[in-house]
Each structure stands twice: as C-alpha cells, then as structure tokens.
C-alpha cells in the first residue's frame, strides 16, 4: 500500500479483556517496529521484525504482550488480560533496508487503545 | 544511557513569529543519527530531517531550520514565520548504531495563534 496501515483505529477494551492490534506495512518493508505511546509522552520501542524473525523484543512491558509476523507482511500485537496501564497509542512503523539509520522510517497512524 | 530531552513541554506563539524547539541529547556512541518528527492531532509521525552525526553543518528547508552543535550534544529546531497549520506535537529522536531502535524525546507542544 502506499503508507503503513493500522486497525482498528480506535479500540476500548474492558480490563481483562484480550485485543489483538493491525499493522500492515509498506509492501516490501523488510523492517517493522511497533512503539507505545502514551497521554503525553513521546513513543517507547516495543519490539522489532526483519521480515517474519523478531530480533528485538525488549520493549515489551510484560508477558501478557505478543507479537508477530508470520510472513513477513502483517503484524499483529497483541495484550492479554489488558490493564489500564495499557492505555496508550500503539505506533507502527517500516523500513525498506535493514538497519538503516539514515531512514526515518515510516509510521502508521496508530491503534489508541483504552482499558476501562 | 541514552536519552533525549526536550525541555519545553508546551510553547504558543503568534502567527508569523519565529520558534525554536530544544532538543539536547545523550550517547556515548560517536554515530548515530538525529532526527525530528511531527506529529499532528491526526497522530502518524511525519519525518522532517534526519542528521548524521558527522554531519554538523546546518540545514534549512524553506521555513524550518536546524542547528546541531555537537559539543553541546544539541539539535534544535527552528520554525521560521510560523503558520497555524505548523501546530502540532514535535518529537526530536536518536537512533543508535544499528538501527532498530528509535529513542524519541517526549515532545514540545506547539501552538501557533492566529
């Protein structure tokens, strides 16, 4: 597609419910990184794909957060027994080269997701 | 550590006033990479500049300008003529050797007045 592609847009979730949260990237993108976002803060690294191998994934604040590529496309983030802690804005972002530093990387419009 | 402070956490000017948004930083690594997002009420991140850390000459774009001053692990960011539609949240970021991690400033709120 032409931008990084993010669904839903809005989600609420009662607390202790489990949300699975969309990314679909640029076609192409070997990278992809998924970012948290909360009220008022600038975005925290969750975790990093090249292709469908998850090489990072030391952002992610708990085991109750998952994600996945399979294929090497579409991502999928997903929060078990969701916390109100968990409400914020989940980013997705790609890149065409691996590791490449001098590419700012493409961002969706993010999921805002809130825990009631 | 590494870390990006962005002290001014809200400005507002008026119309067609000059602004400059802070940005200091800190890595012990000698490359990386700089770089300020915008990101307006509709949320995605919109990149802006990117700067090399070899790089220190300064760089304008029309009305937006940058200063990045190594000795002072600085990168600021100047609007020049501010226009409403340059309202907006503004993230300065680090990515460090490697590239699979970006390091974002928790922001400047800016509000341009009509």
């Known amino acids: 597609g032409a931008g990084v592609s993010q669904s839903p847009r809005y989600k609420v979730a009662k607390r202790g419910q489990d949300v699975a949260l969309r990314c679909d990237p640029i076609s192409g993108h070997v990278s992809l990184f998924w970012y948290q976002q909360a009220l008022g803060q600038g975005p925290e690294f969750l975790t990093y794909?090249?292709?469908?191998?998850?090489?990072?994934k030391s952002g992610l604040p708990s085991d109750r957060f998952f994600a996945e590529r399979p294929e090497g496309s579409v991502s999928t983030l997903k929060i078990q027994r969701t916390q109100q802690e968990d409400s914020a804005v989940y980013l997705c972002?790609?890149?065409?080269?691996?590791?490449?530093?001098?590419?700012?990387?493409?961002f969706g419009s993010g999921t805002r997701l809130t825990v009631v | 550590a590494q870390k990006v402070t962005q002290a001014q956490t809200e400005i507002s000017v008026v119309e067609k006033e000059d602004v400059t948004l802070d940005c200091v930083y800190e890595t012990r690594d000698t490359t990386y990479y700089l770089f300020w997002y915008k990101q307006p009420p509709s949320g995605e991140l919109v990149f802006l500049i990117r700067r090399n850390s070899f790089d220190e000459q300064n760089e304008i774009s029309g009305r937006y300008s940058w200063n990045f001053q190594k000795s002072t692990s600085s990168f600021n960011f100047t609007i020049t003529a501010s226009q409403v539609v340059d309202s907006a949240v503004y993230f300065c970021a680090l990515i460090p050797p490697g590239g699979d991690k970006i390091i974002f400033g928790k922001g400047t709120r800016l509000h341009i007045l009509p």
């Open positions: 972002a790609s890149s065409d080269v691996q590791g490449r530093q001098d590419y700012g990387y493409t």
């Open positions: 794909f090249q292709n469908e191998a998850q090489l990072d």
